[in-house]
């Protein structure tokens, strides 16, 4: 069975510090993805990052890196240089086949 | 250029009443899918579709039934409403691994 797993419910961060969010994950597929997702308090879904599991260099966009540990079957978010507008829901997310499987969040409060 | 767009963006339904969904988007993707939110949750899904014509169950479709006559549009059915299916409803659009997301309809059964 899939399963994501972010053990995570509330994160706090000094602005402009680094932050990593945890991100566990279960599948017997070879071939796989591995997804983080934002959601700010209007709701919207917002894509970040995205790591194949063949992928064999940690994917990176802008501030956001993805630390990757196929061995581990771990896929943690990494957000560096915090900004005031990164406090949101962070889901990660597995896509199997055509199908995908969520976490069940971290919520992340930036500090001034 | 519209994305993915969702109607309506509220609704309340009582017990029992049906309701269909909707769902559009304009950039030609193949890959659609219909997913659930429930409080303090991430996202389920419920259904999705690989192509016109082409649908599949995922992790929660009971009660809820769709269709893709068209790439454009997947409509998500609800027959017989239930207080269980109070949620926030999103549908996707993927264009390769990227899924692109519409602005959701929050969604109460009483």
């Known amino acids: 069975a899939q399963k994501i797993t972010q053990t995570q419910p509330g994160m706090f961060v000094q602005e402009k510090e680094a932050v990593t969010l945890d991100c566990t994950y279960d599948?017997?597929?070879?071939?796989?993805?591995l997804f983080w997702y934002k959601q700010p308090s209007s709701g919207e879904m917002i894509f970040l990052i995205y790591?194949?599991?063949?992928?064999?260099q940690n994917a990176t966009e802008g501030r956001y890196s993805l630390n990757f540990q196929k061995a581990r079957k771990s896929a943690n978010l990494v957000i560096s240089a915090s900004q005031l507008g990164d406090s949101a829901m962070y889901f990660c997310a597995m896509r199997g086949g055509n199908q995908f499987y969520f976490g069940t969040g971290t919520s992340l409060t930036v500090i001034p | 250029n519209a994305g993915v767009t969702q109607t309506p963006k509220f609704r309340i339904l009582k017990i029992g009443q049906s309701m269909t969904l909707q769902c559009t988007q304009d950039?030609?993707?193949?890959?659609m899918y219909w997913y659930r939110q429930d409080p303090g949750m991430g996202l389920k899904l419920i259904y999705y579709?690989?192509?016109?014509?082409?649908?599949d169950k995922g992790e929660v479709p009971n009660g809820y039934n769709v269709s893709r006559s068209t790439t454009e549009d997947f409509p998500l059915r609800l027959e017989l409403a239930a207080p269980s299916q109070t949620s926030v409803y999103f549908c996707?659009?993927?264009?390769?691994?990227?899924?692109?997301f519409g602005p959701g309809t929050r969604l109460t059964v009483t």
């Open positions: 579709s690989v192509g016109a014509g082409i649908t």
């Open positions: 996707a659009s993927r264009h390769r691994h990227e899924q692109y």
């Open positions: 950039m030609n993707h193949n890959y």
């Open positions: 599948t017997s597929d070879q071939s796989y993805g």
């Open positions: 790591q194949g599991s063949y992928d064999e």
